[in-house]
């Protein structure tokens, strides 16, 4: 598999595209303006902003965005932020709002997301999001995105498409699972207190390519509780690839 791992601050291109499309990390930070102590509340996000190529870059950068708005839009008025800096914003005026309703408690609202060229073929362009937002409770909520891209054209991958045939990659994918994490073959996939849906193992909603090989990623509660923590299972590329439409 031809690939390059590429990292935060590098910039990549791709050949078959008409221009070089380039990506630039972009930060933008917000903090309260009302009294607080130390840990004031505050958002913080780094993105990777595609540029150079207008009709890629721009389906990319709006999936991107769209991905933002999910993890840290807060308004009443749903998805009016039109920019990151609307986004920021956003998250700070709904704490503040709250504060102001409820002076007496305190609420330590925090948002850290980052986003990273995580991957680059011919064919696929993976970005990945790392998200940490603490709006009250007993902890905050941490996470993986995995975005995917043609990048001849910034379209969307869905994971159904990386597969020749995805029933034929989950009942493989479900069996090294079940060894990595010592479920019996004999028992339900839920018999050592895994939490998937009707008792039926599902490959997880994120999927990443790296240098060592395809990651599944569950983020917290997709297979297992908050304090079993996300759950992972690295497959090498000799192992996928025989199941893989993309590479």
Known sequence: MKHI??????????????KELVFEDQSFQKKTSLP??????SI???IP???DNPEVAENINKRIFSVMKEIVYFSEKPYAANNYNDLANSFIDSYEKLQKEFPKDSFGWEAKIEGNVKYASDSILNIEIKHYTYTGGAHGYQGLRSLLFDPTTGN?????????????????S???FRIKYKIPKDKSINSTGYLFDNN????PL?????DRGLLLYYNSYEAASYADGPKELLLSYNEVNPYLLLK
């Open 44 to 46: 913080t996000i780094k």
């Open 174 to 176: 479900e069996n090294k």
């Open 156 to 172: 969307t991958i869905s994971n159904s498409q990386l597969f020749k045939n995805q029933n034929d990659f989950k009942a493989f």
């Open 206 to 210: 994120n999927i990443f390519y790296t």
């Open 36 to 41: 607080c102590n130390e840990n004031c509340p």
């Open 49 to 51: 902003i595609a540029k």
């Open 200 to 203: 039926v193992f599902q490959l």
């Open 5 to 18: 791992v590429l990292y935060s601050l590098l910039l990549f291109s791709m050949a078959r595209c008409s």
